[in-house]
């Protein structure tokens, strides 16, 4: 879900060119042949419909957002978890001296 703020930077709330978004409209070769692919397999799948191939973006969009928000969760509750001393960093192991190599 867009926030207000995302919203106001989208030109009266009309259709926007990839350039506004990206600030470029052309891919590299190789990362072109990626996204035709996956854009295509979206559409054979169905996940996206053949004239709304662009929802595949938003989708990538919305996963990544996410992704970045559970990561972040995480990172925060670990870092909780040490400040309670519940997480204590692992110590280092000592070689038993039947496993060391003698020189």
């Given at each position: 879900?867009?926030?207000?703020?995302?919203?106001?930077k989208?030109?009266?709330?009309?259709w926007?060119?990839?350039?506004?978004?990206?600030?470029?409209?052309?891919?590299?070769?190789?990362?072109?042949?990626?996204?035709?692919?996956?854009?295509?397999?979206?559409?054979?799948?169905?996940?996206?419909?053949?004239?709304?191939?662009?929802?595949?973006?938003?989708?990538?969009?919305?996963?990544?957002?996410?992704?970045?928000?559970?990561?972040?969760?995480?990172?925060?509750?670990?870092?909780?978890?040490?400040?309670?001393?519940?997480?204590?960093?692992?110590?280092?192991?000592?070689?038993?001296?039947?496993y060391?190599?003698?020189?």
């Amino acid at each position: 879900m867009p926030t207000p703020e995302d919203q106001a930077k989208v030109p009266d709330g009309s259709w926007v060119r990839m350039k506004y978004i990206f600030g470029l409209s052309v891919l590299p070769p190789e990362s072109a042949a990626i996204v035709i692919r996956a854009v295509n397999l979206a559409a054979s799948l169905g996940d996206v419909s053949r004239r709304a191939r662009w929802q595949i973006i938003e989708f990538w969009a919305a996963q990544y957002l996410q992704d970045y928000e559970t990561e972040k969760k995480a990172r925060q509750v670990v870092q909780e978890a040490k400040a309670a001393g519940l997480l204590d960093e692992p110590k280092p192991r000592e070689v038993p001296a039947s496993y060391r190599r003698s020189r």
